[in-house]
């Protein structure tokens, strides 16, 4: 789980936030906090399907379930289903 | 003149009536004697604006509790359906088909089921609730719960768009407002009574006889210049701003006072840098709502950018639907939702082309943002979409700049609140900025004043705080006294503006 949870740290880091520099963890609020908007959202939410290999429910996510990386992950143990 | 005092006495009655409840839910002891106590202020209140609205609000409160519990008992996308589908076809009903109904019909008591104030934002609620009940959320309230949420007196007229999961701890809890929430209350009611009665009235109806934003657009149908064009939409900007804003520091005043908590809905939107950061800054309980209810389920429906961008434009087509099913709205929506794309697209390219050819920094392009938010408001206000297109072809016929036809006190209105409000906006980050600054020299031995006496910058920081924490209270006066010396100076001097009603109770 911490490699998955270190992937997608740098992900957001290089591909989403385009700012390596910056101090993230896994407990880092992302949305609250106002570094990330809904469209990088929508990005991260596709990386984490990749990550998980598992589809997540149209309608069952908030961005409140994905504020914090840890957060992300146990929403898509709760709801992700796995891909065919 | 008996008939309209009948009706103020029986107004004045119902109103004190609320007052008494609140009062009695404030003193009570047990949860359900202050829910019941704080339902029954809530209905009294509505049912000022109409009986008839208030059978509305139950009848919408009764079917929505069925809905969720349906939805509780066996969580399905259908069930789900059942209750999008029900909610819009009870608003697009009562907002639109009862008013069609009675004038057809000619049944007059019919007409006061029409257009009941606030049904936009309860609706909105109402779904908002069979979603997070349709997302498993841990929501149990009881039929009382859910009415008063559905009633609320703060949000039941414009918003805040609260959720469930927010007001029913609340409402479980015993309320206990400490003198700091009546202090902070009372300071935002004052606050917004002044951006309301103030600053958006005289703006909308202008000075005097002078003519506001009103009359401006009255006139654009014969023709403006293209700086009378931009003072239009800047002012109307301001109008709404504070004319909404305002009543948003009002009601969440007031529910602060009586120790409730409610979610902001503005937070400076027109120093917003980019088209996105103002909608995380403009309305913001609408904006999430469609971001969470809309947007994000919508997206997650297809992969690919383009399917994004096209979530991304519906969802702003919806936020104008909302405010009116009208063209202008639709076209304001879709502006935005063009917008807030090529703002994406523009993102996207600099970062797969590195090119770095157009900086405007934040202050440009805060200054263009700005710019292409007020040339919405002109389809916003605009009646028809033709007379919006004409005064947006003003602006782009710059030798139309010299006409100037509207009366002086209005630029000289509009541009004393612009000024007013990016001083009031800004001040309080100036000064955070200087104490940051100044207390960094109490730490950083290479820090340029660090070799300043300390107690100089003790008693700066001190002085520094008090003023940033009640900058409404300097300021405000100030800009009141720039106003109202500049009003008398360019109009008659017993001329006060006319009162109008708060814009978003019109939604």
């Given at each position: 789980m911490s490699d998955q949870f270190e992937q997608m740290i740098q992900y957001i880091k290089?591909?989403?936030?385009?700012?390596?520099?910056v101090q993230l963890d896994e407990a880092t609020p992302l949305v609250s906090s106002g570094l990330i908007d809904s469209l990088a959202l929508v990005d991260i939410l596709m990386k984490l399907e990749d990550v998980t290999r598992t589809r997540l429910p149209a309608?069952?996510?908030?961005p409140k379930d994905m504020d914090t990386v840890q957060l992300m992950f146990a929403t898509a143990a709760k709801l992700g289903k796995p891909r065919k | 003149m008996t008939h309209a005092l009948f009706a103020l006495t029986s107004e004045l009655t119902w109103y004190a009536g609320g007052v008494v409840f609140v009062a009695a839910a404030l003193v009570a002891r047990r949860t359900t004697h202050r829910q019941i106590a704080l339902l029954l202020a809530c209905w009294l209140f509505y049912a000022t604006w109409g009986v008839g609205f208030l059978a509305v609000l139950v009848f919408s409160s009764i079917v929505n509790y069925f809905l969720g519990t349906a939805l509780r008992r066996r969580v399905t996308p259908a069930r789900l359906w059942i209750g999008i589908a029900t909610n819009i076809a009870l608003l697009v009903l009562f907002k639109y088909g009862v008013k069609s109904l009675a004038d057809d019909a000619g049944i007059g008591a019919m007409?006061?089921?029409?257009?009941?104030?606030g049904i936009s934002f309860w609706t909105l609620q109402a779904l908002s609730y069979l979603f997070d009940t349709y997302r498993e959320e841990d929501l149990d309230p009881s039929f009382l719960e859910f009415c008063l949420y559905m009633a609320f007196a703060p949000t039941?007229?414009?918003?805040?768009?609260?959720?469930l999961s927010s007001l029913l701890p609340q409402f479980r809890q015993p309320l206990r407002p400490t003198t700091a929430d009546v202090s902070e209350g009372a300071r935002r009611v004052l606050l917004g009574l002044f951006m309301k009665l103030v600053v958006a009235d005289v703006l909308a109806t202008g000075w005097g006889r002078a003519g506001g934003v009103n009359a401006g657009f009255e006139r654009a149908s014969a023709g403006l210049g293209g700086l009378d064009v931009w003072f239009l939409a800047v002012g109307f900007g301001f109008q709404l701003f504070c004319d909404f804003a305002g009543y948003s520091h009002i009601v969440i005043g007031a529910a602060r006072a009586i120790g409730f908590r409610l979610e902001e809905n503005?937070?400076?939107?027109?120093?917003?840098?980019?088209p996105a950061a103002f909608w995380t800054r403009w309305h913001i309980s609408l904006s999430e709502w469609i971001r969470d209810y809309v947007f994000m389920p919508m997206t997650m429906l297809r992969r690919g950018r383009w399917w994004v961008y096209t979530s991304l434009l519906s969802s702003m087509v919806v936020v104008g639907l909302w405010h009116e099913a009208g063209p202008t709205f639709v076209v304001w929506g879709a502006y935005h939702g063009v917008l807030l794309v090529l703002h994406r697209v523009g993102q996207q390219v600099n970062r797969s082309?590195?090119?770095?050819?157009?900086r405007l920094g934040n202050a440009g392009s805060g200054v263009m943002t700005f710019a292409l938010v007020s040339v919405g408001w002109l389809f916003f206000r605009s009646p028809t979409v033709s007379q919006a297109v004409s005064m947006c072809r003003s602006l782009m016929?710059?030798?139309?700049?010299?006409?100037l036809s509207l009366p002086f006190s209005f630029y000289a209105v509009t541009l004393t609140v612009a000024a007013g409000w990016v001083m009031a906006s800004i001040s309080g980050r100036c000064l955070e900025l200087v104490r940051t600054y100044w207390q960094a020299a109490e730490t950083d031995?290479?820090?340029?004043?660090?070799?300043?006496?300390t107690p100089v910058y003790v008693t700066a920081i001190d002085a520094l705080d008090y003023f940033a924490a009640r900058r409404w209270w300097w300021l405000a006066p100030i800009l009141i006294v720039i106003g109202v010396v500049g009003g008398f100076a360019l109009t008659d001097l017993g001329a006060t503006p006319a009162r109008t009603p708060f814009m978003y109770t019109l939604f």
């Open positions: 290089r591909d989403v936030m385009r700012r390596p520099d309608g069952k996510i908030q | 007409a006061r089921l029409a257009r009941p104030i039941v007229l414009a918003g805040p768009i609260s959720r503005f937070d400076r939107p027109y120093l917003s840098p980019t082309t590195s090119y770095r050819g157009l016929t710059f030798r139309s700049y010299g006409e031995p290479v820090h340029p004043v660090a070799l300043a006496p």
